[in-house]
C-alpha cells in the first residue's frame, strides 16, 4: 500500500472510491475536451464519414471520435485501473494495435480482411498470452468443462464475433455510446457485487461510461458543426473491452468459484443476455442476405435500427427503443437467472428475436 492510500484510509476515504470517482471525472472531461479539435481539425482535413450503402445520414460528418475514447481510456485506465495491466499483460498492446488499425481504416478504408488479421492477433494475444478465455459452458449445450485447445478457439472466435458485431450496431445516432454506458454499468455492478478483486474491472467499466457520455454529447447533437461518430476506431476498441469484460465476467464465476459469495450457474447466458443486441442483430442480418443470396459481407441496411428508422422514427427514438427493450430482456434473464440454462438460452434468443423482427411486422402493418 503506498503513503497516498494510507493518508486516504487514515482520513476515512477508500481509495477504490477515490479511484473510481476521479478516473469517471477525468474520463469524460478527456473525451469531452478533446472532440471539439477533432471536429476542427477532421472538417479542415476533409476527414469525413461519407454516405454509403448503409449509411442513415445524408451529409459528411467527421467520424474520428473514437481517438478522443482511445486518449480517454489510454489516460485513465492505466492510472486508475493499473492493476489490469499488471494481470493481463497484452491488454494495453491489443488496444494500441486496435486503434492504429481503426485510424487507417476510419482514414484510408482497408481492406476487410486486413482488419480481421488485427482482430485476429489481438483476440490471440489476450486469449492465449493473457489468458482471457471461456473454459467451460456451465451446461449449456450438455458442456461443461472445455479443452485448453476447444477454449483457445472458441474464446478467440467470441472476441472477432462480439468486436465485428457491435461495429454493426453503431448505424444511428446514440446506439452504440448508449449501449456501452449499458452493458459497462451491468458488467461494472456485478464486479462490484462479487469482491474486491474485481475492483479494477469495475473502475475500467467507469471510465468506458465517461467516455462514453462524453462522446455522446457531441453525438446526439442537433448542431451540424458539433456532430461526431465514433468510427471502426471508436466501435472495435469497445467492441473489444465488452468482449473482454463479458469474457472475464463468465471466468469469475469458473476460476474463482471460492472467491465469491454465490456461483451463477447461468453466467455464460446472462453475459449472452448483456450482449444481446449485437449478437441478434448479426445473425439477423446474416440471415436476410443469405435468403437473398447476397455476401454476408455485403453492405446494407437491414439492421434492426435501418427497420426503426422506416418506420419514421428519429435516431434518437430508435436509439431509445432498441435500448428499452434490450434492457427488458436483461432484466427477464436476471429474474429468470435459476432457470435450466438451456431454456434461459432459448427465452433470451427467442425474445432477442422477437425484438428484431418486430419493426418489420410493425411496417408491413402500418403499410396494410
Do not use: W
Not at 475514447?69 to 494495435?97: N, Q
Not at 469484460?245 to 463468465?250: D, K, M, R, V
Amino acid at each position: 500500500m503506498s503513503n497516498f492510500e494510507i493518508f486516504l484510509e487514515n482520513h476515512g476515504i477508500s481509495f477504490f472510491y477515490f479511484k473510481m470517482i476521479f478516473g469517471f471525472t477525468f474520463s469524460f472531461l478527456i473525451t469531452y475536451l478533446a472532440i471539439p479539435t477533432i471536429i476542427k481539425i477532421s472538417r479542415r482535413k476533409n476527414l469525413m464519414d461519407e454516405p454509403g450503402a448503409r449509411s442513415s445520414h445524408l451529409r459528411k460528418i467527421p467520424n474520428l471520435g473514437g481517438i478522443a475514447v482511445f486518449f480517454s481510456l489510454g489516460v485513465c485506465a492505466p492510472i486508475f485501473a493499473y492493476e489490469l495491466f499488471d494481470r493481463y499483460k497484452f491488454l494495453f498492446a491489443s488496444l494500441i494495435i486496435l486503434f492504429f488499425v481503426g485510424i487507417m481504416d476510419d482514414i484510408m478504408v482497408l481492406r476487410a480482411y486486413k482488419k480481421l488479421l488485427a482482430q485476429i492477433l489481438v483476440s490471440s494475444l489476450m486469449v492465449i498470452c493473457s489468458d482471457v478465455r471461456i473454459t467451460s459452458l456451465f451446461g449449456l449445450f450438455g458442456v461443461y468443462e472445455i479443452n485448453y485447445f476447444v477454449s483457445v478457439i472458441f474464446s478467440i472466435a467470441t472476441f472477432i464475433i462480439l468486436i465485428n458485431a457491435f461495429n454493426l450496431i453503431d448505424g444511428i445516432d446514440g446506439l452504440a455510446g448508449s449501449y456501452t454506458i449499458v452493458t459497462s454499468a451491468l458488467f461494472g455492478i456485478s464486479f462490484y457485487r462479487l469482491g474486491s478483486l474485481n475492483y479494477p474491472l469495475v473502475i475500467l467499466c467507469v471510465i468506458l461510461i465517461a467516455a462514453s457520455l462524453g462522446f455522446l454529447f457531441y453525438n446526439l447533437s442537433n448542431k451540424r458543426s458539433s456532430k461526431i461518430f465514433m468510427g471502426d476506431t471508436g466501435s472495435m476498441i469497445l467492441g473489444f473491452l465488452l468482449s473482454f469484460t463479458a469474457i472475464s465476467f463468465i471466468d469469475i464465476f469458473i476460476a474463482k468459484k471460492d472467491d465469491v459469495f454465490y456461483h451463477l450457474e447461468s453466467a455464460p447466458v446472462i453475459a449472452v443476455a448483456i450482449l444481446i443486441l449485437p449478437i441478434v442483430d448479426t445473425i439477423t442480418v446474416i440471415i436476410t442476405r443469405l435468403y437473398h443470396g447476397k455476401s454476408v459481407l455485403s453492405p446494407d441496411k437491414n439492421h434492426i435500427h435501418h427497420k426503426l428508422l422506416n418506420l419514421d422514427l428519429t435516431h434518437k427514438r430508435s436509439t431509445s427503443y432498441i435500448i428499452a427493450y434490450y434492457l427488458f430482456i436483461i432484466i427477464v434473464a436476471y429474474f429468470s437467472r435459476h432457470l435450466n440454462v438451456n431454456l434461459l438460452l432459448s427465452l433470451i434468443m427467442v425474445l432477442g428475436f422477437v425484438g428484431a423482427y418486430l419493426p418489420i411486422f410493425l411496417l408491413r402493418f402500418k403499410k396494410d
